[in-house]
């Protein structure tokens, strides 16, 4: 394997393999690196993405979806479930294992360089404060590659960003600590998620059912750090499955965090970019962070490709990447963060009493919007934030 590169990205999900493929795309030469032993696994996520954005990173691949959304059910904490249909396709779940392994193939038909089983432990630092490489283990040998830019996709815990002195570090209350079970031989609509929220389910959080196909569904929750200790979420999980799915079996369990914070813009530094939950592009309302991954990683990807052909590796160069990012992300995130701690403040009495409301209107007739109209009565100070929302500002 040669030792210099173009760009070297850390870290194989699909924040690494967007920025690695259009870096390639723009002519660089890219070595992806990546701890696992094999790319998509494991799988750490409920696979929920939505059919507006998603589409607009990637052309989807039937292969990759393991079902088709057209309800969102909402279960309040006295278990009255408000289900909203719609006319069209509003999500997938995904099989990642399946998905992240094509992004990276991907990335590796447009020549980039993939190495599974390849930790990076350190920076390589020029002279003059650049990242220019990096330390790697890659199967058991050590080895310093060299690069004019690497790109940080190595996930929540983001120890590239901090190794080269970008200060991404979470306070307790923006971290979701999420555990999730794969569970089998339940009975489920394959085509509508269920959303429980209140306190009684798990405070600080919500639980999802995503359906997998075949009598499966991803289970699971996601609590704010705050409301949250050791054991805590898999306690909450656990009670969870045996009151709801008592014959279910669990196949798999994962456990992770999610990036629950405000928008970020300190992602750059010379020689060096954070993409996806490193440079914490999740949607700190839902944590879901699958499309802001890939669009950061995207966006950074083609700026590092136009920065090789500057040759101009400097944080002035890269701010291009901040730039485009912030006139995307910062207003959704800022709007999903004030939306999340609205949320935080609503009671069990307040969903039972939305869920009421929400159920007087016919079926046919609910709507997302309708359902919001009420939390608004129930709750005037949101109003602020949701014109904001649909004006755009
Ligand atoms: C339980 C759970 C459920 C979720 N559900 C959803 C959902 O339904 N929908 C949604 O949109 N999002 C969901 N998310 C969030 C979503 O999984 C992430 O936002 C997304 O995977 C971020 O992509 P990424 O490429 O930035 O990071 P990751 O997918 O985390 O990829 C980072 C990669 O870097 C590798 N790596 C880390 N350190 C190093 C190193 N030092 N050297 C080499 N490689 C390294 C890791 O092994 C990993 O493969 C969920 C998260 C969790 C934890």
């Given at each position: 394997m040669k030792n210099n590169w173009d760009v070297i990205v850390v870290g194989g999900g699909p924040a690494g393999s967007m920025a690695a493929w259009n870096s390639a795309k723009g002519g660089a030469s890219v070595l992806m690196l990546e701890?696992?032993?094999?790319?998509?696994?494991p799988v750490r996520c409920g696979e929920c993405v939505d059919n507006v954005l998603f589409p607009k990173s990637i052309k989807i691949?039937?292969?990759?979806?393991?079902t088709t959304i057209n309800k969102i059910e909402f279960i309040s904490p006295d278990s009255s479930n408000v289900k909203i249909k719609f006319k069209n396709t509003i999500g997938y779940i995904l099989d990642r294992r399946v998905f992240d392994s094509d992004l990276a193939k991907y990335a590796s038909k447009a020549g980039v360089t993939i190495k599974t089983k390849a930790y990076v432990h350190g920076l390589l630092v020029s002279d003059d404060g650049f990242v220019n490489g990096v330390k790697v283990n890659i199967l058991g040998d050590e080895f310093e590659l060299k690069s004019k830019i690497v790109i940080g996709?190595?996930?929540?815990?983001s120890r590239i960003g901090r190794m080269a002195g970008i200060n991404t570090a979470l306070k307790m209350e923006h971290i979701g600590s999420c555990v999730q079970a794969v569970v089998s031989g339940i009975d489920i609509e394959d085509d509508s998620i269920k959303l429980y929220v209140g306190e009684n389910y798990v405070p600080g959080g919500y639980i999802w059912v995503f359906p997998k196909g075949n009598y499966s569904a991803n289970i699971g929750l996601g609590i704010l750090g705050k409301y949250s200790s050791s054991g805590k979420p898999k306690m909450y999980l656990e009670k969870f499955i045996n009151e709801?799915?008592?014959?279910?079996?669990?196949?798999n369990y994962v456990a992770g965090g999610v990036?629950?914070?405000?928008?970020?813009?300190n992602i750059i530094e010379n020689g060096i970019m954070l993409v996806g939950d490193a440079a914490r592009t999740?949607?700190?309302?839902?944590?879901?962070g699958i499309n802001a991954a890939m669009h950061s990683g995207e966006i950074a990807g083609t700026c590092a490709s136009n920065a090789i052909k500057s040759e101009d590796y400097s944080k002035k160069f890269l701010a291009e990447y901040v730039k485009i990012w912030t006139k995307f992300q910062k207003k959704p995130q800022e709007q999903s963060y004030r939306i999340r701690e609205f949320a935080l403040d609503l009671t069990n009495d307040d969903y039972n009493h939305i869920a009421k409301k929400a159920l007087a209107i016919s079926e046919e007739k609910r709507s997302l919007t309708k359902i919001f109209k009420i939390v608004i009565w129930r709750k005037p100070s949101l109003i602020f934030d949701v014109i904001k929302l649909f004006a755009g500002f």
């Open positions: 701890k696992d032993r094999e790319i998509g696994v691949e039937d292969k990759w979806i393991d996709a190595d996930g929540v815990e709801h799915f008592p014959n279910g079996s669990i196949t990036p629950a914070t405000n928008f970020v813009d999740a949607n700190p309302l839902t944590g879901g």
